[in-house]
């Protein structure tokens, strides 16, 4: 492993472990995911290796202090991290996990997690950290599986899993308690499509109306339903003849250009200028 001063210039040309020469047992690392900034020490004869957060959350000069403090407790005879663990309650740490990633995700996801990890999750928020283990987060998703549905277990999981990866870049958890569980089937609702008479049906039935527009655009170019449903005329490029949504419109958060066919066109030019569907 490589040794000397831990600086964002020395970061920069990381490639695995740097362990700093100014605080013995400080050190970083740079993974898939990032640079995480760790603790080294030994406590009763056991050596520890912690994760202290990651560059970005800390700089180089707040991390070292931070391990500074640390490997200080150490010296005094605790284990800072034990305390941490035992202490750090499921609620109060959503509400730091919320707020880090409040700025980094879209308004309709950020919400999404909200609700899944403050409602959803209702059950453990009395729990300490510690107290929660893979059979709590099984029994959990089974409840709302049954009460909610399988796609609601899903999100509830997969918003677990990521709360409590980021308990482990923090040094709070050395294992994620919802790895392990089980995904739910979703396919039975998403397998129905519908039949070429069905289509036939619902095209004659349809009116002249907005939603009646919007109905036939998502049959015309089969895009999501937000994506119709909250189309701009600004996002109608006519002498290209296509559809270009924004990276903040799209689920992979891309710049996404659709065709127009010329009956998606003629519907379009039939529609109200003040709204494009």
């Not at 990633?101 to 950020?110: D, I, P, Q, T, V």
């Not at 655009?217 to 909250?230: D, S």
């Amino acid at each position: 492993m490589a040794v000397g001063k831990v600086t964002i210039s020395s970061i920069a040309k990381l490639d695995g472990w740097l362990w700093d020469i100014a605080v013995t047992g400080f050190g970083a690392r740079r993974q898939t995911n990032g640079v995480f900034f760790y603790v080294r020490y030994r406590h009763n004869g056991q050596q520890t290796l912690k994760s202290i957060g990651r560059l970005g959350a800390l700089t180089p000069d707040t991390a070292r202090a931070r391990a500074k403090q640390l490997l200080g407790t150490v010296a005094g005879g605790t284990d800072p991290f034990a305390q941490a663990l035992a202490g750090e309650g499921f609620a109060a740490t959503i509400d730091r996990y919320l707020e880090r990633k409040r700025a980094s995700l879209k308004a309709n996801s950020f919400t999404d997690i909200e609700r899944y990890l403050r409602n959803h999750s209702a059950p453990l928020h009395k729990l300490r950290l510690d107290q929660i283990d893979r059979r709590k987060i099984a029994a959990l998703l089974g409840d709302i599986e049954t009460s909610s549905g399988p796609v609601a277990r899903n999100r509830l999981r997969g918003a677990l899993s990521a709360f409590f990866n980021w308990c482990i870049t923090e040094g709070l958890l050395e294992i994620n308690p919802a790895q392990g569980t089980a995904q739910a089937n979703e396919n039975g609702s998403r397998e129905r499509v519908l039949t070429p008479d069905e289509l036939r049906k619902l095209w004659r039935g349809l009116g002249d109306g907005d939603f009646d527009n919007v109905v036939r655009l998502l049959l015309l170019t089969g895009q999501r339903r937000n994506e119709i449903g909250h189309l701009q005329w600004s996002e109608i490029d006519t002498a290209r003849k296509m559809i270009v949504l924004a990276p903040d419109r799209t689920k992979n958060s891309r710049q996404h250009e659709l065709p127009l066919s010329s009956q998606a066109l003629a519907r379009l030019s039939n529609t109200n200028r003040s709204r494009p569907t």
